[in-house]
């Protein structure tokens, strides 16, 4: 599967967009930059391209369950921040279902901005920290 992932980020995807980790948990893909709508879980129509290479990617992990965090960058509202991550954790597998990924494999779960990676004070930190995981549990 990590060589599927790897081969779809090279084959398409900008550098950068979706990065592959290899953790205890299983093998995690971190959707960076993912384009939603302003304060909303709706995502845009210009990510439907790569929700369907991540799809063909976890149609392999036959027997695998799917774990899908979101994350949102730090803005002071915890419960708000909290609310749109799990939304936006929910979106994302609705549109891999919609994609052919049986929704019986999908846990989903929402961190708010309690796990950031970059720094809140700056537009690219925010950026970064605004993300979605989603790791093919072993």
């Not at 550098?15 to 205890?24: A, H």
């Not at 901005?113 to 979605?132: F, H, L, S």
């Amino acid at each position: 599967i990590k060589t599927a992932v790897e081969t779809t980020n090279k084959s398409g995807t900008k550098k950068n967009e979706i990065t592959v980790k290899e953790t205890d948990a299983g093998i995690m893909l971190t959707i960076e930059n993912l384009k939603f709508k302003a304060d909303s879980s709706e995502l845009l129509p210009g990510e439907n391209e790569r929700i369907a290479k991540i799809a063909e990617v976890l149609k392999q992990a036959k027997d695998q369950m799917i774990l899908v965090e979101g994350h949102t960058a730090s803005t002071g509202n915890v419960k708000g921040e909290q609310q749109l991550s799990v939304e936006r954790a929910n979106a994302i597998k609705d549109a891999l279902v919609k994609c052919g990924v049986s929704k019986d494999k999908f846990i989903c779960k929402g961190h708010g901005g309690t796990k950031p990676v970059a720094d809140n004070k700056t537009p690219e930190g925010k950026a970064k920290n605004r993300r979605v995981e989603i790791t093919i549990l072993d």
